[in-house]
């Protein structure tokens, strides 16, 4: 699945652009982190501070370059929102994860159901040996499950948190190739 010369992609739906992070991005990407509690969304990160978004972007502007794993920034109106972002979690049968966070002034507009799709047409194109694609999300949010399972995810089952403190279950959903295609096909 790894190809000499690869590049995290731009891609483009009829109100976004979806577009590797920049340095530049850093008070952006600190305004959606800050409207979240650290404890629901920040772990992915590391953190929510200043400083741990600037890892964060350093980071992930390191890992451009090699795949097949990145994350990339949404923006709307030429201001960036949030992120999608995809990582390779299986090699033989090829298989990613994707997730997202978009800021909650966005949400109920469709933004994260518009990004995701494209970034799960650009995976299926790009990846053609890749007969799967799987997302978790925290067993109660109900919009992340909404969201997944308007796209055509199937349920694969729950993720036990145990006793940690601020520990909760998580959802695991699945997408197959074929779904993708039958989705698409029902859903124009």
Not at 81 to 95: D, H, K, L
Not at 141 to 150: C, F, K, Q, S
Not at 178 to 188: F, Q, S, T, Y
Request: net charge neutral.
């Amino acid at each position: 699945m790894i190809t000499e010369g690869w590049a995290p992609p731009t891609l483009r739906t009829r109100r976004l652009v979806i577009r590797p992070f920049r340095v530049e991005d850093l008070e952006a990407v600190h305004a959606y982190t800050r409207a979240y509690p650290a404890t629901q969304y920040g772990g992915w990160m590391g953190g929510t501070t200043s400083t741990d978004v600037a890892r964060y972007i350093a980071d992930t502007i390191a890992r451009y370059g090699r795949p097949p794993r990145a994350d990339l920034g949404v923006t709307l109106n030429g201001q960036l929102i949030g992120g999608v972002s995809w990582r390779q979690v299986w090699i033989a049968p090829p298989q990613m994860e994707v997730g997202w966070v978009l800021h909650p002034d966005v949400s109920g507009r469709g933004v994260a159901t518009e990004a995701v799709s494209a970034l799960l047409d650009h995976l299926f194109e790009s990846f053609p040996g890749m007969g799967r694609v799987e997302a978790r999300v925290r067993a109660s949010d109900r919009a992340g499950t909404r969201l997944l399972e308007g796209l055509g995810f199937v349920p694969e089952g729950k993720l036990r948190a145990g006793s940690a403190p601020g520990a909760e279950d998580g959802a695991l959903y699945g997408l197959l190739r074929e779904e993708r295609l039958e989705h698409a096909v029902a859903n124009g």
